[in-house]
């Protein structure tokens, strides 16, 4: 009974199918209306089902004729392009075609993925098609059903392969390994990775050594040089072991999407990266999460495992609803953090008012560290104003676009009135200004 059940399940009848069937009942009514001889379309209809009959001998009598396999990365990367490939091969001694349909993940929101093709005798073929996950988080991937049919092409038998796979999709890895590959690159300025002349000297001082032509002679070590004989100059080396600490606002404001993906995963992506560079660099790289209460923690370090334990601590980030509180920030960078470093704050202010009410923690937070506060640009409101206005309702809309805008250049101005560094990006370009910013700070030797 079971065997029965599953051939029932697995048994499906084509278009052609049913495109003869609707054609030889209309040819029964104009046999009948003609006065030709019934005898002739039960000849035709016979026909039909004996060849109906022989296409689902040729399909259904093989027990394994065909085979499928899914090829997923063991992670996903958020907001990039992920591809997925998909095996299949053909048993049958006969060409079959085929549908595919591969169970992908809700979170995707794709009803209508099929793939289809034809397959020769013995023949395998590889599938390759592409995903872009927009959130965090366990992608379950489910079976993977096939659609087969003979050159007869009336009958279609469905095969199921795979047990469900969940893959996690991590802040993005593609991102990360690319900026760390044009921050080094000859040809990083086709890019926009600025190159910046170093300012003055790099405070780590490494050893004395005999002066070369080309030194610096205001390196010169003139206690060193009297004792020698010779001249003797200090050798300075770029400056490491600097504390550079991310710190990520969870709040309502970071729930703003763009392009699919929401601030605060422009601002994981982008975290990532710096990391990645900064230990590159040999600066030790810490996170701080917050929204209405303090969130993730890991301290500062440029050990082997540090950019995994931030990944690992970047995974399940999620925004909230409520207010961020600068307090709590301020308590636990003031609690954690002795050595002065450098704070990225990830956030974003609708209005100046919003800024100044948490100003007084930047501040006591710039006193003893390097504070730099990154912000959003509105990308959508850029464009209002960049649009040519007719209507009046135009005019009025390209004023407020202006009042918001206007907003966000007051609150650069606040900042840098207060001492404070600010970096106002679109989303897009948050990671590439980042590490400008960053390379700037680094050769004008602020921490």
Known sequence: MDRIFRFIKSLFFSDRFFILLVGFSLSFLFFYLSGVPEFFALVIVLVFLLFTLLDGFLVFSPKNPVQAERIVPELLNNGD????????????PFPIQFELIDE????????????????????????????????????????????????????RRKFSYGANQMVPCYPSIFQME???????????????????????????????????LGDDIRTLNWKATARKGSLMVNYFVEEKSQPIYCLIDKGRAMRMNFEGLSLLDYAINSTLAISNIALKKGDKVGLISFSDRLGTYIPAGNQVLQLKNILNGLYNQKTSWGESSYEFVYLAVREYVKQRSLLILFSDFDSLQAMQRQLPYLRKLN??????????????????????????????????????????????RELHRNGILSLLTSPKNLSLNLINKYLEIKNQGRI
């Open 104 to 155: 992908l993940p809700i979170k995707l929101q794709v009803r209508d993925f099929m793939l289809s093709g034809h397959l020769k005798p013995e023949e395998v073929k590889t599938l390759d098609y592409s995903i872009f996950p927009k959130n965090r988080g366990e992608y379950p991937f489910g079976k993977i059903q096939v659609y087969i049919s003979s050159p007869l092409g009336l009958v």
């Open 81 to 92: 392009e992920n591809f997925i490939r998909i095996r299949v091969g053909n048993l049958y």
């Open 367 to 412: 006193r003893f560290h390097l504070v730099l506060v990154v912000f959003f640009q509105d990308v959508e409101l850029e464009e209002v104003l960049e649009r040519e206005v007719i209507t009046l309702k135009e005019v009025y809309l390209k004023t407020l676009a202006g009042k918001f805008s206007l907003e966000k250049e007051l609150i650069v």
């Open 178 to 212: 690319r900026y760390a590959f044009l921050s080094v690159s000859k040809y990083a300025s086709n890019y926009g990775i600025k190159r910046l002349r170093k300012l003055g000297h790099s405070m780590e001082f490494e050893q004395i050594k005999d002066y070369t």
